[in-house]
């Protein structure tokens, strides 16, 4: 599956005004419908300025993305997308299942530009992907491994829980008067240090 979201389409609807936007909008439409159909895609759903893409072979789906991202490059129009291999639903609607959803968070979590792929779609393609990491997506339980097509720089990954600390397995209890100090603090200071005996409960805080 391919996933594709045109970035910051209302600030750039703005700044061409409504009859630029719009023929800009036609145009992407137009060069992303030429590669994703170069490479055997198969539109299965179009939201707006989204499209929902599914391909026969992982590596023609990545193709598709590679190709789009350096037609639209020269463009005003900035957009991301996600590329997720698995087993969906057919339905009378199209597809449905935890794998679409997959592919439309790994698409939500990019940047203008900028293709991202899961480990199940990078483990059947000889590609050499840009390991990002480990992420955890909304409404995704497991981390999920996320790799990048190309080598072009991008800030941080829109995921959730960015930080080196756990995920912590139950909802934080009491506290409140600590926490509400904390977060007063935080809002004069740049850096707040807890400290405390072991076990007191400094890194939950």
Do not use: W
């Amino acid at each position: 599956f391919l996933f594709t979201d045109v970035v910051d389409s209302t600030k750039l609807l703005h700044e061409l005004g409504a009859e630029a936007y719009a023929k800009a909008l036609t145009e992407h439409r137009r060069l992303l419908r030429e590669a994703l159909g170069r490479h055997g895609g198969v539109e299965v759903d179009t939201q707006g300025d989204a499209f929902f893409v599914a391909f026969t072979r992982a590596s023609d789906a990545l193709g598709a993305a590679g190709e789009g991202q350096r037609a639209l490059a020269s463009g005003p129009i900035r957009v991301r997308m996600g590329v997720h291999t698995g087993e969906p639903i057919a339905t009378d609607e199209g597809y449905a299942g935890i794998d679409v959803h997959r592919s439309a968070r790994i698409c939500a979590a990019g940047h203008g530009g900028q293709v991202l792929v899961s480990q199940t779609t990078r483990d059947l393609v000889a590609n050499d992907l840009r390991d990002l990491g480990p992420h955890r997506l909304k409404d995704l339980s497991d981390e999920q491994r996320i790799y990048q097509l190309g080598e072009d720089e991008h800030p941080r990954l829109k995921t959730l829980h960015q930080t080196n600390l756990p995920v912590q397995p139950t909802p934080f209890v009491g506290r409140e008067g600590e926490l509400a100090e904390v977060l007063a603090l935080l809002d004069l200071y740049r850096i707040v240090t807890l400290t405390g005996p072991g076990g007191s409960g400094k890194t939950r805080l």
